[in-house]
């Protein structure tokens, strides 16, 4: 299947650029780049935001913006698709190539039936009736796995979940038979198990149709299991492409060798040690004169500033863009390349002291009907009886999918007042019976890092002052406050000199080092991370990654972490507690629940993680999860995992109905502790 | 953002980066709006205006009472600096007195009023629940009685007494339609992560609203307040000319236009230099809210470089 050099060029990309004017500047989107894609491939685009990937392929569909000027020609079985205008382009669109985006919500029209718009889709390109058009719509959302599709034809985008509208997304897609599909991070918005279903189906399309993919995605792993080619690309340039093999096997550019080496991994080979690349991704509008990479590379000379290196082959199906290409080889096997962060060792502090403590919470929302006189017609149930055991300075992980009630459970904590049932106790203080003096003064030893670096730091608020406002809040006189700020500075590796300027300066990897410094200004015990690095570029996570290891160390902390990606989780964990539909289904030592699962949801959520490795995630066998997350207001009797629960069609019918029948209770085995009938290993 | 542009390093005292200078929040937005040309120039111009208007009368020997019966409708002279009226009365000394009672009416209202919404909204907003029910409740009422009516209404009770009072009444009826745009707006903000994690920290709300909700709100409250200074100043003359404000024979800039305007093209003494007091008061006020709401913005391009 990889090499396959006689395949013919489906579409040829010749030097192509792309600019937008801005108010900064012009943007150079996409820089001078040629690319060929092959009949019948997947090939994956890799990069990060602003690397240009989106923009490119988004130009081969001619749907860029008007403001976009474009130089260079696309080739696409003898037309230059440059030079066709939007009349012409629409004959190919979705005929010849079609698109699948990365938000199906947005992508599907609100107001007209999934069956319509599909049938409107062939109506488009083919002479065909009524009647026929909507056959073969439903035909399609038969192909793409949509349980009784005659029926769900009938129904509009917002009665599916995002998953499903996925789905629907790839069957207007095949809907003409392309010769190529242009996915941009078809599956960034779904959770990893609906992920795993959503590349599953990417590759019965191409099958199918034999049509070529072009999978856009800034996820190494992504591209691993399904890719044939792969290129990558770093401000506006492809700077690396080959056999995804080779790429994965040795790669040639030290970009891609940086973000190989800093990425988590969640099979353990050469476990926990994450190479950090210094700074973040160039902006469009500033880009360096010569290599983009330049100023973060550790192999930079003088003369990578001086001009951009091209992509030069390196074998008969690779091609490097690296001025020092000849000797990267040799200065990576030496070591001398990238600096590795600290290996995370487990804390040793062994003592049964307990940061935290959570015992059968439970929170439910009201479910409100009537306009004029509202009741309550039911209850969300988010979060239903969750145990949590944080012991002092270790990191406890509480990872799900998304509305599995993860983030309910943290605020929950966070608001420090009783629960609605349960006790919640921080550092030995049950804050049922916290007075509110002493509920203030348990604040500054528990604090909170947020998942998006953009909404938590006041735009309007110098860092400084951002950093200095908890000590602020507990009256800490202005000079010890302006010292503390710069240690503190010093301590998440920014510099002093930072402390009068403004968050929108700072990129997003330096955003999240503020807000870590303003958690740690007051000397916390327990720090909540609510998805710390989620929504970082992929080559600054392990920056952040390390310097939350170090600061752990150094500082005797205690980590609540929040998390889907369990990749991440493996990397920073001493604990876990795998969350599903509001309760605990799974906890225990991360590295035995992760070498053994006990509990089939956390078993398939273990296996859809891709690995960035295609050799191993070629052969690698999946659990793939039928359907998709139950709706917590009414949730699925007994144990709420049995309606998606492989394990349990291999059952005798009598074990079966207990699953329907009788809530499985989170009871110790082996070192950890599980809720199922029938649990694994 | 790349993260060491070079228009930064403008605030800081070393380039070392170990300097160590931490400027607040309030040091940072005063220098920005320093830098700011026009806004500094806005700022003199009230100045001056508030200056020539408590200083004029004593530069004149007419007082805006007095009458010259042997200059009637005269154009402006050595003898009357801006001319005089139908009835000989210096239009100097009555630009001046004018522009005293219109300056304080304008100033203090658009700051009274702002201020209210800026409070009330932000308040309902990020409280939320019964408080924000109760206050909207108001708002709405307040919205819904005609508010001249009211004014003439009270107006017998007031009449004769200070016309101080005239700020009080024009406040109270202007400041709802703001307070529920900042509260809107407050809505939104109490739901950012920069707020939770300030409550999360137990900061109190007083403080939550100072420091980030009403910053983060800047522009719309000084947008707000520049556009209530020349409404106010208007607003008054409607009163006059339905005899509640300002009463002759004392005067406002609103009077003045409103009596000047008939004559325009044959006496524009009359008129002219009314309004051309009004119309600059209104373009510094307006420069000056430019310049705070790009000292407030950090994104704003203009205050940034020297």
Not at chain 1, 471 to 492: C, I, S, T, W, Y
Not at chain 1, 570 to 584: N, R, T
Not at chain 2, 65 to 79: G, I, Y
């Amino acid at each position: 299947m990889s090499i396959t050099g006689v395949r013919k060029n489906l579409i040829e990309i010749r030097d192509l650029s792309v600019t937008f004017p801005s108010e900064a500047g012009t943007v150079r989107a996409v820089r001078n780049v040629s690319l060929d894609i092959r009949a019948g491939e997947v090939l994956g685009i890799v990069g990060e935001s602003g690397s240009g990937k989106t923009v490119m392929s988004l130009s081969m569909i001619g749907l860029l913006a008007e403001s976009a000027t474009i130089t260079g020609s696309i080739n696409f079985n003898g037309v230059n698709l440059l030079s066709l205008d939007d009349n012409a382009m629409s004959k190919h669109r979705g005929k010849d190539i079609a698109m699948v985006f990365q938000d199906p919500l947005s992508a599907l029209n609100p107001v007209h039936t999934i069956g319509r718009q599909i049938a409107e889709a062939l109506h488009i390109h083919s002479d065909i009736s009524k009647e026929a058009a909507l056959q073969r719509a439903i035909e399609l959302l038969e192909i793409v796995g949509i349980p009784r599709p005659a029926e769900r034809a009938q129904s509009y985008p917002h009665e599916f979940s995002g998953g499903m509208r996925q789905r629907v997304m790839i069957a207007l897609a095949i809907a003409n038979q392309p010769k190529v599909i242009l996915a941009d991070e078809p599956t960034t918005a779904l959770d990893v198990t609906v992920q795993a279903q959503i590349l599953e189906l990417l590759k019965t399309a191409r099958d199918m149709t034999g049509a070529a993919v072009v999978l856009v995605t800034h996820d190494l792993g992504v591209v691993a299991g399904l890719a044939d080619r792969v290129a990558i690309m770093y401000g506006g340039k492809v700077v690396e492409i080959g056999n995804v093999d080779d790429v994965y096997a040795s790669p040639a550019m030290p970009y891609t060798i940086g973000l190989l080496r800093s990425i988590p991994r969640i099979d353990g080979a050469e476990s926990s040690r994450l190479t950090s690349i210094d700074g973040a991704p160039p902006s469009p509008v500033a880009l360096p004169p010569g290599c983009a990479f330049a100023p973060r590379c550790p192999a930079a000379a003088p003369r990578c500033d001086a001009s951009v290196p091209e992509l030069v082959p390196i074998s008969s199906t690779r091609m490097t863009a690296c001025l020092r290409q000849s000797e990267i080889a040799g200065l990576h096997s030496s070591g001398k390349m990238f600096v590795e962060g600290p290996r995370h060792v487990a804390s040793q502090s062994t003592g049964e002291a307990v940061a935290l403590e959570v015992r059968s919470l439970k929170k439910t929302f009201p479910l409100m009907k009537g306009s004029v006189l509202r009741r309550r017609a039911g209850s969300v149930f988010a979060v239903d009886g969750v145990d949590l055991t944080l012991r002092a300075g270790h990191s406890l992980a509480l990872v799900g999918e998304s509305g599995c009630g993860k983030t309910t459970t943290l605020l929950e904590i966070l608001n420090m007042v009783a629960p609605e049932a349960g006790t919640i106790a921080v550092l030995g203080h049950n804050v049922a019976e916290l007075s509110k003096m002493q509920r203030l003064e348990m604040r500054r030893d528990l604090q909170i890092v947020f998942q998006d670096p953009f909404a938590s730091l006041d735009p309007r608020l110098p860092i400084g002052d951002a950093i200095a406002e908890p000590l602020d809040n507990f009256d800490v006189p202005k000079a010890e406050q302006n010292q503390r700020v710069m240690e503190l500075l010093g301590l998440v590796g920014l510099q002093r000199d930072h402390a009068s300027r403004y968050p929108n300066e700072f990129s997003g990897g330096q955003r999240q080092r503020i807000a870590i410094a303003r958690a740690l200004a007051l000397n916390p015990k327990v720090i909540a991370l609510d998805e710390p690095v989620s929504a970082l570029d992929v080559s600054v996570r392990a920056g952040v990654l390390n310097l939350l290891a170090e600061l752990q160390e150094k500082l005797n902390l205690s980590y609540l972490f929040v998390s889907h990606d369990l990749a991440v989780v493996q990397h920073v964990a001493d604990d876990i507690a795998v969350m599903y539909l509001g309760g605990i289904v799974e906890s225990g030592p991360v590295h035995e629940v992760f070498a053994s699962p006990q509990h089939p949801y956390t078993q398939a959520l273990l296996s859809a993680v891709p690995i960035p490795d295609p050799k191993v995630e070629r052969v690698r066998k999946r659990i793939i999860l039928q359907g998709e997350l139950p709706s917590p207001a009414n949730p699925p009797t007994g144990c709420r995992f049995h309606t998606r629960c492989h394990v349990r069609l291999t059952l005798s019918p009598e074990h079966a109905d207990k699953c329907v029948n009788e809530r499985p209770e989170l009871t110790s085995r082996r070192s950890g502790r599980v809720a199922c009938h029938a649990p694994l290993n | 953002m790349p993260p060491r542009s070079p228009t930064i390093s403008v605030e800081t005292a070393g380039s070392d980066g170990l300097s160590g200078v931490r400027l607040s929040r309030g040091t940072l937005i005063r220098r920005r709006f320093l830098r700011n040309k026009l806004a500094v120039l806005g700022l003199c111009i009230v100045g001056f205006m508030l200056v020539l208007a408590f200083v004029g009368p004593y530069l004149t020997k007419w007082s805006y009472t007095d009458n010259d019966f042997d200059h009637l409708l005269s154009a402006p002279s050595s003898e009357h600096w801006f001319g005089t009226t139908q009835v000989g009365v210096d239009v100097f000394a009555q630009t001046m007195r004018g522009l005293q009672k219109s300056l304080i009416i304008g100033l203090l209202v658009a700051i009274f009023s702002t201020g209210m919404s800026a409070f009330i909204g932000s308040v309902a907003g990020y409280l939320g629940g019964r408080t924000d029910r109760v206050i909207m409740w108001v708002v709405d009422l307040l919205l819904v009685i005609p508010s001249l009516l009211v004014l003439v209404i009270l107006s017998r009770y007031y009449q004769g007494k200070s016309w101080l009072l005239l700020v009080v009444g024009l406040t109270i009826f202007d400041w709802m339609i703001t307070s529920r745009v900042v509260r809107g707006l407050a809505m939104s903000l109490r739901e950012l992560d920069f707020v939770r994690a300030a409550r999360y920290m137990g900061v109190p709300t007083r403080t939550i609203i100072a420091r980030h909700l009403l910053p983060n709100m800047a522009s719309i409250i000084i947008i707000a307040a520049t556009l209530n200074v020349g409404g106010a100043i208007l607003g008054e003359t409607g009163l006059s000319y339905l005899g509640f404000g300002v009463q002759a024979p004392d005067v406002s800039l609103g009077t003045l236009i409103a009596e000047g305007t008939g004559a325009a093209l044959t006496y524009p003494w009359l008129f002219m230099f009314a309004g051309t007091s009004l119309v600059l008061t209104v373009l510094a006020v307006s420069f000056i809210g430019d310049g705070l709401r790009d000292a407030f913005d950090p994104g704003s391009t203009r205050s940034k470089k020297i």
